[in-house]
């Protein structure tokens, strides 16, 4: 064995020599090849590659569908195909329809399968491989703090997608990354005074909370909103994911004295705990002389399309509908449904926007270099792009605009029009201070260019 | 009191779809010694034989409108349910019970299913290496969800129970209590039911028929039962049939208590796994057992009142469960000797 | 048994052979479009994983269902070594083995008083325990859905709070993250540091490992899984050697977590989730189970698929068969998509079926029926008795 041994050292060491040998005359360090400017994955061609991070397996993989989507249809608006879609009614006008900063845009795809390190794994091969300077999409908290930390440590922008956790921009917030979807604080924001005009000051409310940390931060915003309202919180109760039957959760509800019940689960877990709130019995009940009430504070219209008829009358919160009545909701409806042949999902605008949020960034700083984009996207303010003016905060890059409070429709059209608008909640109303406690502990830190 | 009152009926209703789910396995896994990776895939084939007939009833007659669009610009489509058109009022009965009738529907097609899949498949493994079944079964799971999934999407698909089923039963009052403090959906009554009567037939089957004399012996020995002429095999073929229908009528029932989507056998397939083997391999009544066990104590460890005690006691009750039993009793609650334990 | 077992006397050939495919792999897989450092180490980490796994599946035939769990545990050590000593990977990497250890002397301890599959669901309900727990309850610990990752506010001993950026996983100052760039054979080869420390260790493990096969103890192993009774018979009390083995390949999948946190300084739940566990036995048992090269060619191909079928989309496959007339083109299109993008796993369960149904025995059978195949001289005479004569 000692000759084995002597056998490998050697082998080692020639190994190496051989192939520094070899590798001598073309042998340079990173970043050197970036010829005029100093970023990672500086576009040297006449194309710019964007990187398209979704679930395209698992629970969510519908979602991530949807959001594909509407990257693929950005990238064609970007480059002149179509119909141009909401960069007609964008209010920056620095998008041409030719491209980035006189580059065509390309993409690549990946698969986050809803879980950090298959989501990291992803973009780091988008980012290592495919040269993508910039990351984008997303379905869950969780995936969304994990690839922003990468960006962050590799120097790439991240433009979140669907993620509402407080922590996105608060706690885990991060230089490189920038969220144009709302959060759990202003859910809570925005569902307060319309509960308190519907239900009354004098409720009861039990918490089923997925158990994570995304559940947690809006059973705490949503409880601290009502509770401003005067209503009561019974009980806080966490369930564990993918618990697939809840009924062990929801029969201690029935005698608990509380008249609201407030399920903090997304996804397939809010599927079934909702179906089986209203199997229980809970839309139909009366106590303490009241109407029992269950709220689903963050909606989405696949899980609508997943509970069914259960959603029927419940109030909850988006981020976007494509009923709003403005111009570029109205535009982007359109190019989607012509191109699909049904309306986009919040999730589809909100990704849609990103794209094309840094697009424009991009192109007013005339640069792809991250820090480049940060500058350009801080303190931002547009409209035209589905959600009444908004603004990119400089401070925690969130943007700002106004919330949609939504309850599932009574007598729905079609398939696609499951939720109702109930209130347009301006911006002022759900903006809070960058060092509210809910969103305290974080640091921006500095910008990476990843050279 | 109330509260324990309801957490025994979750526990007996959870417990009673444990037991079915393990009951399937547990002819495949316990008796024939195949590791059957597939068996939350024959669960959640079985809960899409719901959703496809509630589909094949919904089908729509689509006319495009003429003069009307969509809000999005395409030309808008006006659709009426063939079922309706044709049947009128028995069209929208049927839609309504489409899930019991699912089960009608769902026996043949699972036999099929259960007999293609052992005689094309698992039949060539009886004597290969445990990791061999385990590579295979996984494999055929993973076809038959992304085959599932291709069709169906990945979003739950929403299968209610029929209207006339979907109220509450006041238990409470029947036992002299307050109304309305112990009440339970009707449909959970159903599915318990059910579940009760598909496992005393299927102990029915195996104690009194001469089909179950067979395979019980064969089980036992099936060299010796097949030098006697009797075609060992081919009663294998219909247990693991057999199998797949109880797996099948589970998922039917489940339906609408969680709304199936393509990835609802896998969340399954580790639970029945505990389940039959906490139970004791080569037992059916262990399994059951350990299935009702199981249930009605992850429906205690639930309860806020015991959570408080010992934090996340509920998120690994089920486990803590299995390993305290398995410690204690080396094979299980009721498991045989010899079954799987090298 | 055959091939590896049969005896040690290609062992400097394979071992050699090994180390320079090893280190050579940003080369040799750069044609495959795998070449970029981030597969590179994951095929390595996941391989060490593997290799220990079969210490324990391989030899002693026990399959444990719950080996994530130390993975987890190892990459948890890691990120916490991280957090409150140094970026340096060598302590990290060091804990990460240790609490495995520890971790698996326990879970080992306890489960192997059972055999058969009572083994295997006891090792599952330890690794779905910490799993669930890790995710909810123990989110201090392990920062829960997130993952416990690396901050700026950290309390670190050496190297202190960091300023503006995050601080990257170094050994001995150099940064794990650096890459060098050469082009050879006109491709872009990526020589990344992170590879090179994970390739290191897994070179170890497989010569580790490789020892362990031509052990005594080795053999004892091997024992177990044929005959345990008979073992036991002679007076061998068997449960030692296969708490040995198992702490091994603990401290394995240990080792495996803590490169796993070392290349990527965040350390999620998921990875210690049944299905984690899962892919680990798939690894093995698709590759080979008890043959050296086995496990590291399942985790290859396992993690292949994952990371690079994923990533086609429609758009690419089309230009793909750009070459085809329109309608052909779709049908081609729609026909390959369907194994790719968000049909990877399709391939992969695909796979799984045809590698057990036609190569029993893993891909390494099928590697070796095809290096007889060619080499008509070299094959065993059982196989050449059985082939028609020419």
Redesign the interface.
């Known amino acids: 064995?000692a000759?084995?041994i002597m056998?490998?050292r050697g082998?080692?060491k020639g190994?190496?020599a051989a192939?520094a040998g070899?590798?001598a005359p073309?042998?340079?360090?990173?970043p050197s090849?970036a010829q005029t400017e100093n970023y990672l994955n500086a576009p040297t061609g006449g194309t710019v590659t964007l990187g398209f991070n979704v679930p395209?397996?698992?629970?969510?993989?519908?979602e991530?569908?949807d959001e594909?989507r509407a990257y693929?249809l950005a990238v064609e608006h970007l480059n002149g195909e179509g119909d141009g879609g909401m960069l007609n009614t964008f209010s920056s006008k620095e998008l041409q329809g030719n491209g980035v900063n006189g580059k065509k845009v390309v993409f690549?795809?990946?698969?986050t399968q809803t879980?950090?390190?298959?989501a990291?794994?992803?973009a780091?091969?988008?980012i290592?491989?495919?040269g993508a300077i910039m990351i984008t999409g997303g379905s869950?908290?969780?995936v969304a703090?994990?690839v922003q930390?990468?960006c962050?440590?590799?120097g790439v922008i991240f433009m979140a997608g669907l993620t509402h956790s407080n922590?996105t921009t608060g706690k885990?917030k991060k230089a490189n990354g920038f969220r144009h979807f709302f959060d759990a604080y202003m859910s809570a924001a925005a569902l307060a005074p319309v509960l308190k005009e519907e239900y009354g000051t004098d409720r009861r409310a039990y918490h089923l909370t997925a158990?994570?940390?995304?559940g947690w931060t809006q059973e705490e915003s949503i409880a601290a909103a009502t509770e401003a309202l005067g209503w009561e919180t019974v009980?806080k109760?966490?369930?564990?994911?993918?618990a697939?039957?809840y009924?062990?959760?929801l029969?201690?509800v029935?005698?608990s004295g509380a008249d609201v019940l407030v399920l903090n689960h997304y996804g397939?877990d809010m599927?079934?705990s909702l179906?089986?709130a209203v199997?229980?019995?809970m839309k139909s009940?009366q106590v303490n002389g009241k109407n029992f009430e269950i709220i689903v504070p963050l909606y989405s219209e696949?899980m609508a399309?997943?509970?069914?008829?259960?959603v029927k009358g419940i109030l909850g919160s988006a981020n976007w509908d494509?009923?709003l009545d403005n111009a570029g909701t109205a535009a982007f409806?359109?190019s989607?449904?012509?191109k699909y042949?049904?309306?986009p999902s919040q999730a589809a605008q909100t990704c849609y926007v990103q794209a094309l949020l840094y697009a424009d960034a991009a192109q007013r700083a005339g640069t792809f270099n991250p820090c480049g984009i940060v500058e350009a996207l801080e303190g931002f303010e547009f409209d035209g792009l589905g959600n009444g003016p908004t603004l990119y905060r400089a401070a925690d890059h969130q943007c700002f605009k106004s919330v949609l409070v939504v309850r599932g429709k009574e007598n729905p059209e079609n398939q696609y029009d499951l939720l109702e608008i109930v209130k347009v909640v301006p911006a002022e109303q759900v903006t809070y201070s960058p060092d509210n406690p809910m969103f305290a502990?974080g640091?921006l830190?500095?910008c990476?260019p990843g050279a | 009191m109330?509260?324990v009152l309801?957490?025994i009926?979750?526990?007996l209703?959870?417990g009673s779809?444990y037991a079915l789910i393990a009951l399937g396995l547990t002819l495949i896994f316990g008796t024939l010694g195949v590791v059957n990776f597939a068996h939350g895939a024959l669960f959640m084939l079985g809960a899409f034989t719901a959703v496809t007939l509630n589909h094949l009833l919904t089908l729509e007659k689509v006319v495009v409108s003429q003069t009307e669009t969509?809000?999005?610009?395409?030309p808008l489509e006006i659709r009426t349910p063939y079922a309706e058109q044709i049947f009128g009022d028995f069209g929208q009965f049927l839609i309504d019970y489409s899930v019991p009738i699912s089960i009608l529907i769902a026996i043949p097609v699972m036999v099929i299913i259960g007999i293609v899949m052992e005689r094309g498949l698992i039949r060539h493994f009886y004597h290969r290496p445990h990791a061999d079944q385990i590579l295979v079964t996984f494999g055929l799971a993973i076809v038959l969800q992304e085959i599932v999934?291709a069709w169906f999407?990945?979003?739950?698909?929403?299968t209610?129970?029929p209207e006339s089923l979907?109220?509450?039963i006041d238990v409470g009052a029947g036992l002299g209590l307050q109304p309305?403090?112990?009440?339970?959906?009707v449909?959970?009554f159903v599915n318990f039911g059910f579940s009760v009567v598909v496992i005393a037939a299927v102990f029915a089957l195996l104690r009194f028929t001469t089909f179950g004399m067979v395979v019980r012996a064969g089980m036992a020995d099936r060299e010796t039962v097949g030098l006697i002429g009797i075609d060992i095999d081919r009663y294998f073929t219909w247990m693991f049939a057999l199998a797949a229908v109880v797996a099948g009528c589970a998922g039917v029932m489940y339906a609408?208590?969680?709304?199936p989507?393509y990835?609802?056998g896998m969340?399954?397939l580790v639970l029945s796994f505990v389940v039959v083997v906490v139970g004791g391999m080569g037992s059916l009544t262990g399994a059951v057992a350990a299935g009702f066990l199981l249930g009605i104590l992850?429906?205690f460890a639930?309860?806020?009142e015991v959570?408080n005690l010992v934090p996340g006691i509920?998120?690994v009750i089920i486990y803590l469960v299995a390993v305290v039993v398995l410690l204690t009793r080396p094979r299980g609650l009721m498991g045989r000797a010899g079954i799987m334990e090298t | 048994m055959r091939g590896s077992s049969a005896s040690g006397r290609y062992?400097?050939l394979l071992?050699?052979g090994f180390?320079?495919a090893t280190?050579?792999a940003p080369l040799l897989l750069a044609p495959f479009?795998a070449g970029?450092?981030?597969?590179l180490q994951?095929f390595a980490i996941y391989g060490i994983f593997a290799i220990g796994f079969n210490i324990l599946f391989g030899l002693t035939g026990y399959l444990s269902f719950g080996h994530a769990a130390f993975l987890g545990v190892g990459s948890y050590a890691a990120v916490w070594m991280f957090k409150l000593l140094s970026m340096n990977v060598i302590p990290a990497i060091l804990l990460a083995v240790l609490a495995a250890g520890l971790f698996s002397l326990l879970v080992g301890f306890v489960s192997l008083r059972r055999s058969g599959i009572y083994f295997s669901i006891l090792t599952l309900a330890f690794a779905q325990m910490s799993y669930?727990l890790a995710?909810?309850?123990l989110?201090p610990i392990t920062?829960?859905?997130?993952?416990l990752?690396v901050e700026?506010?950290d309390p670190r001993i050496f190297g202190g709070p960091a300023g503006?950026?995050?601080p990257?996983p170094e050994i001995f100052g150099v940064d794990m993250?650096?890459?060098?760039?050469?082009?050879?054979f006109g491709f872009n080869?990526?020589l990344n540091v992170g590879f090179y420390v994970c390739a290191a260790f897994l070179?170890a493990a497989f010569?580790l490992s490789m020892?362990i096969f031509r052990s005594p103890f080795g053999m004892t192993l091997k024992a177990i899984k044929s005959n345990q009774n008979r073992l036991n018979y002679t007076g061998i009390n068997t449960r030692p050697y296969a708490l040995t083995a198992f702490v091994i390949s603990g401290m394995y999948a240990g080792l495996a977590g803590g490169l796993?946190a070392c290349t990527?300084p965040?350390a999620?739940a998921?990875?210690m989730q049944w299905t984690a566990s899962g892919e680990v036995v798939l690894m093995t048992i698709l590759g080979g189970a008890g043959t050296l090269f086995g496990p590291v060619l399942g985790a290859i191909v396992i993690k292949y698929a994952?990371?690079?079928f994923?990533?086609f989309?429609k758009?690419e496959i089309s230009s793909f068969y750009s070459f085809l007339p329109d309608g052909l083109r779709d049908a081609m299109t729609s026909m390959t998509a369907a194994f790719v993008?968000?049909g990877?796993?399709l391939t992969l369960g695909v796979l799984f079926m045809l590698a057990v149904i036609f190569l029993p025995g893993g891909l390494m059978e099928g590697l070796r029926r095809l290096a007889f195949w060619r080499r008509p001289g070299g094959e065993p005479e059982e196989t050449a008795a059985r082939r028609p004569a020419e």
């Not at chain 2, 999407?153 to 929403?158: D, T």
């Not at chain 3, 970029?36 to 597969?39: K, S």
């Open positions: 064995m000759k084995l056998n490998r082998l080692l190994g190496v192939g070899l590798a073309s042998f340079f360090v990173r090849w395209q397996t698992g629970p969510y993989a519908d991530g569908a594909l693929q690549v795809t990946g698969d879980k950090s390190d298959a990291r794994a992803s780091k091969r988008m290592e491989k495919d869950s908290s969780g703090v994990a930390g990468l962050q440590e590799m922590d885990d158990d994570y940390t995304w009980a109760v966490r369930t564990p994911l993918g697939a039957d009924s062990q959760y029969t201690p029935i005698n397939r599927v079934n179906s089986q199997q229980f019995g009940k696949l399309q997943g509970a069914g008829e259960a494509w009923k409806t359109k989607f449904g012509q042949g049904f309306p502990g640091n830190g500095t990476n | 109330n509260a309801l957490q009926l979750n526990g209703d959870k779809a969509t809000a999005w610009g395409t999934k999407g990945a979003n739950p698909i929403p209610p129970a979907r109220g509450m309305g403090s112990v009440i339970y959906p449909w959970r609408p208590i969680v709304s989507d990835h609802v969340e399954f992850q429906s639930s309860m806020n959570k509920d998120q | 062992d400097g071992f050699a180390a320079i280190l050579l479009g970029y450092p981030d597969l994951r669930n995710y909810s309850v989110t920062n829960g859905e997130t993952g990752k700026l506010s503006g950026g995050l990257v993250h650096t890459t060098t760039d050469v082009a050879l080869l990526q070179i010569y020892r796993l990527d965040l999620g998921e990875r994952e990371n690079i994923s990533s989309n758009a993008g968000d990877w796993q």
